[in-house]
Each structure stands twice: as structure tokens, then as C-alpha cells.
């Protein structure tokens, strides 16, 4: 259901960050895209903000 993928995060050659933005864009039922963003709802240290287009 993820048609795609972007991640970002702060590498240098001491450290590789846990602390990162990724944007998915997802396709399918709209209850399954909800389940995802549920269990994702669940995971400490994440923040789920959500975007919808009409097309």
C-alpha cells in the first residue's frame, strides 16, 4: 500500500541520526491506510501528521 517512500536524516562521518522525517505516499483502501497510520500512532517517538488530495 506505500506507493513511495522519502527519508531524511542527519549523517556525518561521527554520527547517523535516529531523529529523521519520511514522507509516505500510500494507495489502497482507505480503512488499510488508517490501520497504517494507526500502528505507526503506536511506535514511541513517532508523530504521525497526515495530508489528503483530492484527484
Given at each position: 500500500?506505500?506507493?513511495s517512500r522519502l527519508g531524511f536524516h542527519?549523517?556525518?562521518d561521527d554520527v547517523c541520526s535516529r531523529v529523521g522525517v519520511m514522507?509516505?505516499?500510500l494507495r489502497g483502501k482507505?480503512?488499510?491506510c488508517d490501520k497504517l497510520?494507526?500502528?505507526l500512532r503506536e511506535i514511541g517517538g513517532i508523530e504521525?501528521?497526515?495530508m489528503?488530495?483530492?484527484y
Open positions: 500500500m506505500i506507493k542527519e549523517v556525518n514522507l509516505l505516499q482507505a480503512e488499510d497510520e494507526n500502528a504521525v501528521q497526515k489528503s488530495f483530492q
